[in-house]
């Protein structure tokens, strides 16, 4: 899917995390720990790790939203430039085939309640939609950082790697949870 603005890709990772959160919500407690093996995270670890992803990318966005303002990377209102269509298609259809192993400094550590990582999530994603009229009126085309699997994303693709990380995730805890009936 191409995305043509910050409002629809907003709207399309929100969609996600509603659909994650009306999955995981309901969850008793012996679900969200239910593990199919010992090597595969249970759906409190996976959410658990979502939100400590989201707090790194979090900061990454940020960072080059504030780099994009003070290099003088103004949105397309002043400089005429129409805001460039997005996707991130191919990474997503790639991560279809391949599996990951997530670095240390983002895996779960266990112990942590499936509600504080869901609120912590939220509180990040309300941060999220703060920026917004900063992410609409600065060009983010070229405000990139290097994903250590897709290689450089720009800062809208950061953002719509958001989604698509919760999408993954989502239907890993949808194995997990059909694989433990």
Known sequence: MTYESVGEILDSIDETR???LARVESLSATECEMRPSPEVWSAAEI????SISEDGMM???GMLLAKAEAGGGVGA???GRRFEPVSIDSFTERSLKEKYEAPEFIRPRGGVALAGSI???QQMRATLH???PRLEAAD???ARYPHPIFGPLNAYQWILFLGAHEER???QVETILSEAQ
Request: a positive charge; hydrophobic letters at 40%; proline letters at 0%.
């Open 119 to 121: 609120a912590r999530m």
């Open 77 to 79: 209102k002043e400089t």
């Open 169 to 171: 995730h989502l239907r």
């Open 130 to 132: 703060e920026m917004r």
């Open 18 to 20: 509603n659909r994650l």
């Open 59 to 61: 900061k990454l966005i």
């Open 47 to 50: 959410v658990e790790h979502l």
């Open 140 to 142: 983010l085309t070229d």
